[in-house]
């Protein structure tokens, strides 16, 4: 395969963030996906956090599975971590990656037919357990890699590019991510940069399991009429709850507020503070059972609810479940991970 090289010159008039990083240097390689592709826009949007958030690239670990979806990493963030798993096996190996060296922070490309066909156990497990990571969904309602099959996202009466219709209930991974306890849960459009840069800052702040499901139309399989996953159906159908600032502890974001709606203001174990600016003055995030309502009352009505939809500042992570140290396990030595056999025996004894 042959791969467009960028410049490796930077005009030195390039704005640099507080740790001497310009926009580009949070790019990756140049995409090979259709011109117009959604999931573009969506790394853009990662490029565009990080460097908003000063992470430093080489903290960042990236894992993805299988699909155009999973190609993604390689197009943001291309002086990090990076790992390319089996289909639908990113989970499992972000957890065991996560549970030896927790001071990276960890971000999973996943799509629909990774994610709610194959992978959907290993997805169950992952917001159960809580490990701390953002969960990133690019959900277009096809595989587009295999030629436009309908995925398990689809919505029901959807029709594909040929005439099909589909007749399968559809999966709502984001239902299911507040049922299995994911701590942060967000939906956003690829087409709405304003709304999904924030919520990808937020997510990388929060401690706990974070899931945001982008819904990224399909521009060769998927972007027709009668498609419920294309550009003019999702900008038709989208209600937005909220729209969203992350403020840091350190200097304060200033943000004017729009005449409707109030603000309500979450802090975050690090300090850090997320200002809502609701659309629906009534909606509180922070009530699990009704952001499920809430979700199922506009499915019903072929509406598609963006926004932060969930949030618990109070969650715990999968390391703090299991009373691990807080020193990395990659760094401790043989004689702190296999203790002897007088330890083991004594583990033993209280099984019994």
């Given amino acids: 395969m042959t791969y467009i090289a960028k410049p490796k010159l930077h005009h030195p008039s390039l704005q640099k963030n507080a740790v001497?990083?310009?926009?580009?240097?949070?790019?990756?390689?140049?995409?090979?996906?259709?011109?117009?592709?959604?999931h573009d826009s969506i790394s853009a949007a990662i490029i565009q956090a990080c460097w908003e958030l000063d992470i430093e690239p080489h903290?960042?670990?990236k894992l993805s599975g299988i699909g155009?979806?999973?190609k993604t990493p390689d197009y943001f963030l291309g002086q990090s971590h990076g790992f390319n798993t089996v289909h639908g096996r990113m989970p499992s190996v972000l957890t065991g990656a996560q549970l030896a060296n927790r001071e990276l922070l960890y971000f999973g490309v996943s799509g629909d037919g990774d994610s709610a066909s194959i992978g959907l156990g290993q997805f169950a497990h992952l917001m159960r357990r809580g490990v701390n990571m953002v969960y990133l969904v690019e959900n277009n309602g096809v595989y587009g890699l295999t030629k436009g099959q309908f995925s398990a996202t689809a919505d029901a009466g959807s029709k594909g590019?040929?005439?099909?219709?589909?007749t399968d209930n559809p999966i709502d991974l984001v239902s299911l991510a507040l049922l299995l306890g994911a701590s942060f849960v967000a939906r956003s459009f690829s087409g709405d940069k304003a709304q999904l840069v924030p919520l990808i800052k937020a997510a990388m702040l929060h401690r706990g399991a974070t899931f945001i499901d982008v819904i990224s139309p399909c521009v060769a399989f998927n972007n027709h009429a009668g498609s419920t996953r294309s550009y003019d159906y999702v900008r038709a159908h989208n209600e937005a709850v909220n729209r969203l600032d992350v403020i840091e502890g350190r200097e304060p974001i200033e943000a004017e507020q729009p005449a409707e709606g109030g603000v309500t203001e979450v802090t975050l174990h690090?300090?850090?503070?997320?200002?809502?600016?609701?659309?629906?003055?009534?909606?509180?995030?922070?009530?699990?059972l009704?952001?499920?309502?809430f979700i199922a009352h506009h499915q019903a009505q072929g509406e598609l609810v963006t926004g932060l939809l969930y949030i618990n500042p109070e969650a715990q992570t999968y390391h703090q479940h299991l009373?691990?140290?807080?020193?990395?396990?990659?760094?401790?030595?043989?004689?702190?991970?296999?203790?002897?056999?007088?330890?083991?025996?004594?583990?033993?004894?209280?099984?019994?």
Avoid: H, Q, W
Avoid at 161 to 166: F, I, M, S
Avoid at 324 to 341: D, F, Y
């Fill in 20 to 38: 001497g990083f310009t926009r580009r240097d949070y790019e990756g390689r140049v995409s090979t996906l259709c011109a117009g592709c959604g």
């Fill in 59 to 61: 903290r960042v670990a």
């Fill in 68 to 70: 155009c979806s999973s």
């Fill in 161 to 166: 590019k040929k005439g099909a219709v589909n």
């Fill in 270 to 288: 690090d300090g850090s503070t997320l200002r809502l600016r609701s659309t629906g003055p009534d909606y509180d995030p922070r009530d699990r």
């Fill in 290 to 293: 009704e952001a499920m309502n």
């Fill in 323 to 352: 009373g691990t140290v807080a020193t990395p396990l990659n760094k401790l030595g043989t004689r702190e991970l296999c203790p002897g056999p007088a330890a083991l025996a004594k583990i033993n004894a209280t099984l019994r």
